[in-house]
Each structure stands twice: as C-alpha cells, then as structure tokens.
C-alpha cells in the first residue's frame, strides 16, 4: 500500500486503503468510491479479491469506475486493465525448482526468485462501457489488447 500512496502523493492524487471481508463490504467500498471524484479502484492481489473477483468488475462497471487489477485474468474476465506478474512465466521458472529438489537439491540452500517478467493487458470493451479512450501509447506498450 505504501508504494501506490507514494504514486498518489507524486500525483497529487488521493489514495485510501478500504480493506473488505466479505461481499457486503466490498459493495459498501465500491458505492463509497462511486460517490468521490474521478473515483478508481485498485485491485490488490490475494486469495479474497481473486475469489470475488467477478463481484469486484461487475461494481466497478456498475458504477462505471475505472478498475486496475494485477493479473491477467482478471482483465479477461472483463476488467479494465490488469498489471502484474506473468503468472506463466512464474511457473515455467518454478518447474527449473521442482525438478532441483526432485534431484536431491535442499530447498534451503535454493535462493529466492523474484518475478523478473510482468505483463500489462487492456480491454476494450471496458474501455468503451466506461466511455474511456485508451491512449495509443499505452495500447502499444500493453502485452496484450482486449478487444
């Protein structure tokens, strides 16, 4: 959370934290945002955004907030844009682990691997519900366009 306060707080933007638990308070924080100027939500990954993740795109639509999420298929399921770890890139390397320790290698003496490869993905057709125009320079740069 610091690091998106500190983007914020660069762009003179205003951020705030809205932990939920359940779907009531996802609703009650999604409205919440709904009701702010040029409100948008910020996806944080784990298991409870990822298990409500349908819920979370179908508020963000409905309120016709733009929504960014952390992985892949979260954009594929309908939201807006997703930035992230390339989860296929995280498991081939994870194979190269597997097959060490199947050989007799300690995973304590293993180093830890950091993600080296993220991926940024649009959809447009979000993009359109929400009446959004997508800069060319950033469709460019997105791994892949949702269209």
Not at 15 to 30: D, G, K, L, N, W
Not at 71 to 81: K, N, P, S, T, V
Not at 88 to 106: N, P, W
């Amino acid at each position: 959370m610091s690091s998106i306060e500190a983007a914020g707080a660069s762009l003179s933007v205003e951020t705030f934290e809205a932990p939920v638990r359940s779907r009531v308070e996802i609703e009650a924080a999604i409205s919440a945002l709904a009701r702010e100027p040029a409100g948008a939500v910020i996806s944080m990954s784990g298991t409870f955004p990822v298990v409500h993740r349908d819920l979370i795109i179908a508020m963000a639509a409905q309120y016709r907030l733009p929504a960014v999420y952390p992985f892949r298929f979260q954009a594929m399921d309908g939201g807006l844009i997703s930035y992230g770890v390339d989860l296929r890139d995280m498991h081939r390397r994870a194979a190269t682990y597997v097959d060490r320790i199947l050989k007799g290698e300690k995973p304590a003496g293993m180093p830890v691997q950091l993600p080296v490869k993220y991926e940024l993905v649009i959809n447009l057709k979000a993009a359109k519900a929400l009446g959004l125009n997508i800069p060319l320079p950033l469709l460019g740069r997105a791994d892949e366009v949702i269209e």
